[in-house]
């Protein structure tokens, strides 16, 4: 069974504004659940938020901070020689 938070509790677990986390949902940047007049978010549906997209770091991050860009290579990067590394195990 899922564990449910309002908007409340999604927007203290992200850090984030409640106004923030409701203008999210009506983007649909996010998935809630609409129960009467409340909104319900699970964590998993909350931690998504998190979860970098695939492509140009560029792209991701946008142009504005060198340093980030540079850490989001890095990292995409590593998954591709872990995912590289594990193919390679596998066909062992």
Do not use: C
Request: no cysteine; proline share 2%; hydrophobic share 40%.
């Amino acid at each position: 069974m899922k564990n449910f938070m309002t908007i409340g509790e999604g927007a203290n677990f992200l850090r984030i504004h409640p106004d923030t986390l409701r203008r999210w949902t009506k983007e649909g940047r996010l998935k809630g659940y609409k129960v009467g007049k409340r909104w319900l978010y699970t964590e998993e549906d909350l931690s998504t938020l998190f979860v970098l997209p695939a492509g140009n770091a560029r792209e991701v991050v946008g142009k504005g901070n060198q340093k980030i860009v540079e850490l989001v290579e890095k990292v995409q990067a590593e998954d591709a020689k872990s995912a590289e590394e594990f193919a390679a195990r596998r066909s062992l």
